[in-house]
């Protein structure tokens, strides 16, 4: 899958992996940490942000809406993706605040093109009308086992339309995962989310370190305390 052809922007980080990778965690505390190191920080999801992109995600995720096609799908997910994009993203990058969102363009091109089996240039050409030139500077991705991202998720009250379609297809989405951070190293970071949260933390502070924002032991302590804090 060739890569969007457009400019990075320095300070939008996304974060992916298949359905209870840690991914949502990670977006907390990685966010924690940047604000303790004094950065402006913006934390979204996907699909969502907005009022519209929020309505068009309870479409999308309602298990009652079984039918949907997987072209409606791809659709909906752009469209949620274009306003959040324009209506939040952009403004706050312009305004000089780091974007931390959980899920961007890379979860479409695994979901909808590895595991639906869309075309994948239709999937990009598709992606690329919805963002633009706002493209993430650095994605991180979660990989874990499908046995066990399930055992996470069984924690969970009840499952969404996306996570019923099943293991097979959470297969196809983490082999599509692991084929984008193979074709585009620079930008996407693959993760061994299998461990504990905070030594998955660890190698997520350590990528975007190298990414160039600086993240001092101490922010990285301070998320970890606070996470603690909220979950007792």
Known sequence: MPTIDTHSTPAFITLEGIDGCGKSTQARLLAAALEHAGCAVLRLREPGGTE??????????????????????????????????????????????????????????????????????????????????????????YDVSVDEALARRAARAGQDRMELKGDVFQESVAAGFRAIAKLEPERVKLIDASAGVAEVFAQTVACVRRAGFALSDADMQAALALEQTEVA
């Open 52 to 141: 519209i992109s929020e309505k068009i995600r309870a479409l999308l995720l309602d298990p009652a809406n079984a039918a949907m096609s997987e072209t409606c799908e791809l659709l909906l997910f752009e469209a949620a993706r274009a306003q959040l994009v324009e209506e939040v993203i952009v403004p706050a990058l312009a305004a000089g605040q780091v974007v931390v969102c959980d899920r961007f363009y890379d979860s479409t091109t695994a979901y909808q093109a590895f595991a639906d089996g869309l075309d994948c240039a239709m999937v990009r050409s598709a992606n690329a009308l919805a963002v633009g030139e706002c493209t993430p500077r650095l994605t991180l991705v």
